[in-house]
């Protein structure tokens, strides 16, 4: 078979050499290498001038020849008679600096294919699909020009595939079932799986490792996976509750498609990769966004022991309220969060959300004495405005709840959007109520919109029941956090609890995407009606490195802290903002080892967690500073703890001298893990 080439700049003409091609696949219009040619992109079409594209890396075929296109709504469908018009090969090389993050310079080096397509046989109607190849990945979106022919786009499909060429393990959770993203962790072989959140992994016959999201999710509706045959994945947008998946008018460009790519799960977590895919910061001076840690008044209520709405049992009372912000200022963190402060929980807010109140608090919370009572404690008041998922209420009071924050001097909000799957409450784009899915255009545009309109007024946003993370706190660094997992909470309630490899799940799946606000910390290790947590209280600790987050929760009660002085102590001093960080070891859902290294200062923390298997990790100290010594302050598992009997509460600390050449045997417990501060020697 003989294929006619087609190639832009001398760097194309040196791409790697053509995919294995199923029989409809005509003629290579397009390809290039990543900078360091370690993965090599094709562009196709077939003899109906169909697209798709195909990945290499190191040589060794990833991802087959694949689908690229759209049907639309009002127009014929973007799939067939494409030609190619131009095509253009760039390369970048830059670094920019994180506000605030898991290191605090990225490298963004990639190297861009840009192949713009014509369909003559549709009046000369125009598409371009742009690759930005890195040495760990791809990623892809389509550009769709102002044009006479297409003057909107509505879009009912998006055809993109993504045939994952080696037989290969899958790692996800399930898209558009009732609990949105709080869904468990499964694994399975590829070929099983149905329709798929992401970001998705998947380990290769070969061990080679790709995680498959998006990038800059922006007034677009978000992208699920649907298995459709043996390992061919198709994007599958969620549904709007307004007709057609995405409307877009003039020009726009799609989110990046996007797959890390690593020889194993330590190196997809080291991935910028989805990061750089946003666009820069858009906010200007964004020195009022504070990293820091907190508490609150929230776990109490999910031990029952407390209620969100008023009563006897009310937990968000003023003098409640103060004995956190005494804790918090004694202690050393700079917030408390309330939960249940403001008027409206005593309704069906769960399946409606129609009665809060984002302005009124209860009689019982002072809400201006208790934000200036903490303001003199060098402490601030957490905002918290629970929607339901009535998106429709809540914009309607948002710039009122926004500016009474700002007044009182209230600067985050954690938001939550608390319903089943498909009953969220929009604005229709025929401006009518509509019920549909979060994960829709109209529920990505909200959730962006709750951020900008809050960094008006210099607010930071937490959001909880989120749409999933695609890298927009590049964009808009005052979303600092999110959801978007199974947290802790479901050890105090959930059926079943968190599984005891949670932990090492969560670092390769949902971490890929971004931090999350895990609300780590219970060192009781019990929840409601004395639910026992798959854990011990080292791997506890260690969650506070390894489930990064800019902004932490100590989740327990006060008084268990004071219970266990030791442990808390690790709590009080792990910052939430890093210089660098480095992956040490891992493996999906099996165990995670990660040092990072405080942006204030020299000191490195490490945290370790396993699955429900004992195991000696080695800690090679080599990211420390040759030359110097350091004191190593351990917090471990005892030689007899177990996260199924009571001796998952044996911990032991112990500190020792340590330089770069050491390296240190980490020992972990079934269900256990080892936090470590590492602090230069004067």
Known sequence: MHFHRTFATAAAVAASCLLALPAWAQKLIASADSPGKVISVEVQVDGMGKLAY????????????????FNLANAHKLDGGFSLRKQAVSDHDSTWEQPWGERRFVR???????????Q??????QLAVVFRIYDDGVGFRYEFPAQ?????????????EFTVAQPATAWWIPAAELPGLEEEIRKAPLKEIGIANTPLTVRLIDGTHIAFHEAALVDYATMWLRKVDGQKLRAMLAPSPSGPAVVRKGAFTTPWRTMQIADNAAGLYMSDLVLNLNEPNKLGDV?????????GVWWQMHLQSGTWNAGPKHAATTANTKKYIDFAAQNGFRGVLVEGWNKGWESDWGHGGADFSFTQPYPDFDLPGLAAYAKSKGVRLIGHHE???N???????????YKLYAKLGVDSIKSGYVHEAGSALFTGRDGKPRYGHYDSQEGVNHFLKAVTEAAKYKLSIDTHEPVKDTGLRRTYPNWLTREGARGVEYNAWGNPPNSVDHEAKLVFTRMLSGPMDYTPGVLSLVGADNKVFNSTQAKQLANFVVIYSPIQMAADLPENYAKYPAAFKFIRDVPTDWADTRVINGEVGSFATIARKDRASDDWYVGAVTDGEARSLPLPLDFLDKGKRYTAEI???????DYRSERRFDLVTETKTVTAADTLQLRLAPGGGQAIRLTPQP
């Open 54 to 69: 195909g990945v290499k890396r190191k040589g060794k075929e990833l991802i087959a020849p694949s689908r690229l296109g």
């Open 108 to 118: 963004n080096h990639y190297r861009e294919l840009r192949v713009d397509l014509e």
């Open 120 to 125: 003559k046989n549709r009046a000369g109607r």
């Open 148 to 160: 006479p022919q297409l003057k909107e786009a509505e879009i009912i499909d998006e055809l993109t």
């Open 287 to 295: 020195s009022w966004v504070k990293p820091s840690k907190f508490v």
């Open 387 to 389: 929607t339901g998922a």
């Open 391 to 401: 998106i429709v209420a809540y914009e309607k009071q948002m710039d009122a709840a």
């Open 635 to 641: 917090y471990r598992d005892g030689d007899a703890a």
